[in-house]
């Protein structure tokens, strides 16, 4: 069984960074696509960036293109999200997620298509 867990939340200032890390405590994730997704209260989960198995490909969410970054250290077996220039809209719960799959190029961008979740990191941008 994967186990995912998030680390590098916290309170930060509008414009401020964070680097949120996901880490699989005991397996590769060299064979998974992986996510970042938030929730906001009173909001549905919404999915913010993937990337590939190994990097390759990723993509983001409108609102947090050329602010985002996804990467991934297959070898270390952790997936980043360093966050840029943050607003108070990025204020949430922000999980990852991670899903086995074929292709090396795959991007999943559907919550529901996951197999394996954190338990969450909770991110505040608030002055």
């Known amino acids: 069984q994967l186990q995912l867990v998030e680390s590098g939340g916290g309170l930060v200032q509008p414009g401020g960074s964070l680097r949120l890390s996901c880490t699989s405590s005991?397996?590769?994730?060299?064979?998974?696509?992986m996510g970042w997704f938030r929730q906001a209260p009173g909001k549905e989960r919404e999915g913010v960036s993937f990337?590939?198995?190994?990097?390759?490909?990723?993509n983001y969410t409108d609102s947090v293109k050329g602010r985002f970054t996804i990467s991934r250290e297959n070898a270390k077996r952790v997936v980043y999200l360093q966050m840029n220039n943050l607003k108070p809209e990025d204020t949430g719960v922000y999980y990852c997620?991670?899903?086995?799959?074929?292709?090396?190029?795959?991007?999943?961008?559907?919550?529901?298509?996951?197999?394996?979740w954190g338990q969450g990191t909770q991110v505040t941008v608030s002055s």
């Open positions: 997620a991670a899903i086995w799959v074929p292709d090396v190029k795959a991007i999943v961008t559907t919550a529901g298509d996951y197999h394996y």
């Open positions: 990337i590939s198995r190994y990097g390759d490909t990723a």
């Open positions: 005991r397996f590769s994730l060299d064979h998974y696509a």
